[in-house]
């Protein structure tokens, strides 16, 4: 803990000479493998937490994608839900457009950074939050494929 309140100082340090003030609400500790004590600079006190965000990805410090994957999901499954509540007085073009823009926006902004780390689970995990977007686009039912076979079946009789 010594040597990472120090390492602190020497960023506080560094802030400084630049003219800079270093934000504490918004500064985190993470340690990999490791929980520290808390770091003060300054005034502040930073707390040590096992997850961060920076530029809208999340970094765990098992260095895993999960809760990226997770919050990526969470974030197009509730654009799926938009796209239905809204786009219903749209035409489709118009729903393919809030796709693009709320679903593939999220998925290219950082998606160069953790697609190509991702193993097939999350890959699935992934694909199933956007065909849910993709149904809601289409005016699709939510339910599942049995669901909208029986809907389908009930017309025809």
């Known amino acids: ?61 098992s260095l895993r994608w999960d809760l990226q994957v997770q919050d990526t999901c969470t974030v197009i499954r509730r654009a799926a839900g938009m796209i239905r509540l809204k786009g219903r007085s749209l035409t489709k073009w118009q729903r393919r457009q809030l796709y693009h ?3 593939g926006g999220r998925i290219l902004a950082n998606g160069r950074v953790f697609l190509p780390h991702l193993n097939a689970k999350h890959m699935d995990q992934l694909q199933v939050a956007a065909n849910s977007a993709v149904r809601a686009v289409c005016g699709v039912a939510r339910k599942g494929k049995n669901q909208c076979h029986r809907a389908e079946k009930r017309r025809q009789d």
């Not at 100082?9 to 802030?15: L, M, R, T, Y």
């Not at 003060?40 to 765990?60: D, K």
């Open 101 to 103: 823009a709320w679903v």
């Open 1 to 61: 803990n010594a040597k990472i309140q120090e390492a602190a100082d020497k960023v506080s340090g560094w802030f400084d000479a630049a003219g800079l003030s270093l934000n504490g609400a918004k500064s985190v500790v993470m340690a990999m493998g490791l929980q520290p004590d808390p770091v003060v600079v300054g005034n502040c006190q930073i707390s040590a937490s096992p997850r961060m965000n920076f530029i809208g990805c999340t970094i765990q410090d």
